[in-house]
T-cell receptor
Framework: GDSVTQMEGPVTLSEEAFLTINCTYTATGYPSLFWYVQYPGEGLQLLLKATKADDKGSNKGFEATYRKETTSFHLEKGSVQVSDSAVYFCALSDRPFNKFYFGSGTKLNVKP | DTGVSQDPRHKITKRGQNVTFRCDPISEHNRLYWYRQTLGQGPEFLTYFQNEAQLEKSRLLSDRFSAERPKGSFSTLEIQRTEQGDSAMYLC??????????????FGDGTRLSIL
């Protein structure tokens, strides 16, 4: 079945450091891929998406590229800020019902 | 866009009681989903509605769980005879119709259920 695996956290970085959070997936079809972010006490917010191979999703300085050959969708940011501290979830959605499969989340702590 | 609204935000109840949660999706979205999220884990799919039709249910959804979306707008999730293991965050999400690609889901803030 479909599944998502992402690197375990927590990830602790200093402000302005480079961020990579690894995400790999298993899917029987051609899924769309997403990154969501969850701040403490809040629901999940869409961060970025990619719907087909080689697509690059980007938002707020975050980027991720849909790599079909390596079944990966790693999240990157060149310079993190304290305000980026949150839990990040990688997800895929299948057809036809657009059901989402989530990874277990990676907590990011950014220190000043 | 008023977002997905869930009520209540928190529910504390004794084991064996019944609870009901409500979800109001984004008004133009015809797809509605329920997920369960436990501490340190990602959300797990429970069930899906397209308009008023419940089209898929997870094996996680035991006989004690029932969900409805009677008029294709808001939805309710009921848990009967609650158990300790039901303690979790229950998330509702909605999305627009498939327009040739999977649409992002928009999540509510969730209902946190605590079973005493």
């Amino acid at each position: 079945g479909d599944s998502v695996t992402q690197m375990e956290g927590p990830v602790t970085l200093s402000e302005e450091a480079f961020l990579t959070i690894n995400c790999t997936y298993t899917a029987t079809g051609y899924p769309s891929l997403f990154w969501y972010v969850q701040y403490p006490g809040e629901g999940l917010q869409l961060l970025l998406k990619a719907t087909k191979a080689d697509d690059k999703g980007s938002n707020k300085g975050f980027e991720a590229t849909y790599r079909k050959e390596t079944t990966s969708f790693h999240l990157e940011k060149g310079s993190v800020q304290v305000s980026d501290s949150a839990v990040y979830f990688c997800a895929l959605s299948d057809r036809p019902f657009n059901k989402f499969y989530f990874g277990s989340g990676t907590k990011l702590n950014v220190k000043p | 866009d008023t977002g997905v609204s869930q009520d209540p935000r928190h529910k504390i109840t004794k084991r064996g009681q019944n609870v009901t949660f409500r979800c109001d999706p984004i008004s133009e979205h015809n797809r509605l989903y329920w997920y369960r999220q436990t501490l340190g884990q990602g959300p797990e799919f429970l069930t899906y509605f397209q308009n008023e039709a419940q089209l898929e249910k997870s094996r996680l959804l035991s006989d004690r769980f029932s969900a409805e979306r009677p008029k294709g707008s808001f939805s309710t999730l009921e848990i009967q005879r609650t158990e300790q293991g039901d303690s979790a965050m229950y998330l509702c999400a909605s999305s627009a119709s498939d327009k040739g690609e999977n649409q992002p889901q928009h999540f509510g803030d969730g209902t946190r259920l605590s079973i005493l």
